[in-house]
């Protein structure tokens, strides 16, 4: 009998020039707590190209090459598992797991939710990374309520897009930072002011801010702390990882200790200003999926996608992404 086979996009070695190369490998078979998902489409992250090139990362992702990159999907569930209750066959799922630029991938129940009913796959494969990532750092970590006001940088990004609209579902006043071409997109997602970042310093117009949520890192994270009240918040996604996320990871004690050496001029920044700084990885979630499955479906937020590329452009779809000027999330349309 023939093993099955699929096709996936394999990272082969880490560094500068990693490529992402599509290769037909072996079809991913399922454990008892797990579901194998026929993946539609799935969507593009920078954290995808960060891992493949090394560095830093593989304090954190160090994926035994060859790997198949990504991370979002939306699909179809074509296996369950002896112990999975909570989904079927059938059921069309959304979720978050390394190897999702595959034709098929497994996933526990952990990993996946079900699908916003009234969405395409490549709407879905937008969400899972960039709503985990507002939710966990908006809601968890800077537990921003009504009134507040807070900061998210690059509004018009892929993160951006969505975490205006959830901070506005939140009750919270939004700043944003983007480009004059992109001032009515961030409006329209509810953003409250608006600052041209090749035009006007953030820290130079905006004061008093309960929190901030750092998408840039640089010379942007630490400006951040200028604009903050006491006791203020700053949250990064692209900023330096410290012992506190190395904690949270479970990582061994030499590398917290590593990183509580890398990031002590930004903790002892956020003390001359009073203010706390917490950088995080995002954690999957399927009660945090299935509320935000909620708030799609309400209609209180919605997708924001600029481009969507064929599976076997996914190299171009990953060096558009490093580019810096998506609009919204770049997706990849795997099965039809």
Same mark, same amino acid.
């Given at each position: 009998? /023939?093993?099955?086979?699929?096709? /996936?996009?394999?990272?082969?070695?880490?560094?500068?020039?990693?490529?992402?190369?599509?290769?037909?490998?072996?079809?991913?078979?399922?454990?008892?707590?797990?579901?194998?998902?026929?993946?539609?489409?799935?969507?593009?992250?920078?954290?995808?190209?960060?891992?493949?090139?090394?560095?830093?990362?593989?304090?954190?992702?160090?994926?035994?090459?060859? %790997?198949?990159?990504?991370?979002?999907?939306?699909?179809?569930?074509?296996?369950?598992?002896?112990?999975?209750? /909570?989904?079927?066959?059938?059921?069309?799922? %959304?979720?978050?797991?390394?190897?999702?630029?595959?034709?098929?991938?497994?996933?526990?129940?952990?990993?996946?939710?079900?699908?916003?009913?009234?969405?395409?796959?490549?709407?879905?494969?937008?969400?899972?990374?960039?709503?985990?990532?507002?939710?966990?750092?908006?809601?968890?970590?800077?537990?921003?309520?009504?009134?507040?006001?807070?900061?998210?940088?690059?509004?018009?990004?892929?993160?951006?897009?969505?975490?205006?609209?959830? /901070?506005?579902?939140?009750?919270? %006043?939004?700043?944003?930072?983007?480009?004059?071409?992109?001032?009515?997109?961030?409006?329209?997602?509810?953003?409250?002011?608006?600052?041209?970042?090749?035009?006007?310093?953030?820290?130079?117009?905006?004061?008093?801010?309960?929190?901030?949520?750092?998408?840039?890192?640089?010379?942007?994270?630490?400006?951040?702390?200028?604009?903050?009240?006491?006791?203020?918040?700053?949250?990064?996604?692209?900023?330096?990882?410290?012992?506190?996320?190395?904690?949270?990871?479970?990582?061994?004690?030499?590398?917290?200790?590593?990183?509580?050496?890398?990031?002590?001029?930004?903790?002892?920044?956020?003390?001359?200003?009073?203010?706390?700084?917490?950088?995080?990885?995002?954690?999957?979630?399927?009660?945090?999926?299935?509320?935000?499955?909620?708030?799609?479906?309400?209609?209180?937020?919605?997708?924001?996608?600029?481009?969507?590329?064929?599976?076997?452009?996914?190299?171009?779809?990953?060096? %558009?992404?490093?580019?810096?000027?998506?609009?919204?999330?770049?997706?990849?349309?795997?099965?039809?």
């Amino acid at each position: 009998m /023939a093993k099955r086979k699929m096709r /996936a996009i394999i990272n082969k070695k880490y560094g500068k020039h990693a490529k992402a190369e599509l290769k037909e490998i072996k079809r991913p078979k399922i454990k008892d707590n797990q579901v194998l998902i026929k993946v539609h489409a799935a969507s593009v992250n920078p954290v995808d190209y960060k891992i493949a090139q090394g560095g830093v990362m593989r304090l954190f992702f160090n994926y035994k090459t060859p %790997y198949v990159m990504g991370h979002d999907f939306a699909g179809e569930i074509v296996e369950v598992g002896k112990h999975v209750s /909570a989904f079927q066959i059938g059921d069309n799922v %959304y979720g978050l797991k390394p190897g999702a630029f595959a034709e098929y991938i497994t996933a526990t129940q952990n990993q996946i939710a079900a699908m916003p009913h009234h969405l395409s796959y490549e709407e879905a494969a937008s969400l899972p990374m960039i709503g985990l990532t507002s939710y966990q750092a908006l809601n968890d970590v800077m537990h921003l309520t009504k009134d507040q006001k807070v900061l998210i940088q690059a509004g018009s990004g892929g993160v951006g897009t969505f975490a205006i609209q959830l /901070a506005k579902v939140l009750g919270a %006043y939004v700043a944003t930072t983007t480009s004059s071409k992109n001032h009515e997109l961030v409006k329209s997602l509810g953003a409250d002011h608006i600052i041209d970042y090749r035009h006007q310093n953030f820290a130079d117009s905006l004061t008093h801010y309960d929190g901030v949520f750092d998408t840039l890192g640089g010379e942007n994270l630490f400006s951040a702390f200028k604009i903050l009240k006491p006791l203020g918040k700053v949250v990064s996604i692209n900023g330096i990882p410290d012992a506190q996320t190395a904690k949270d990871l479970k990582l061994p004690l030499w590398k917290r200790l590593l990183l509580k050496f890398a990031s002590r001029k930004i903790h002892r920044t956020a003390r001359q200003y009073h203010a706390s700084y917490r950088f995080i990885f995002t954690q999957d979630s399927r009660l945090q999926l299935n509320k935000i499955r909620q708030l799609i479906e309400s209609g209180k937020i919605k997708p924001v996608i600029d481009l969507t590329f064929d599976f076997e452009e996914t190299d171009q779809a990953l060096a %558009y992404l490093q580019q810096g000027h998506a609009t919204g999330k770049v997706v990849i349309r795997i099965t039809r």
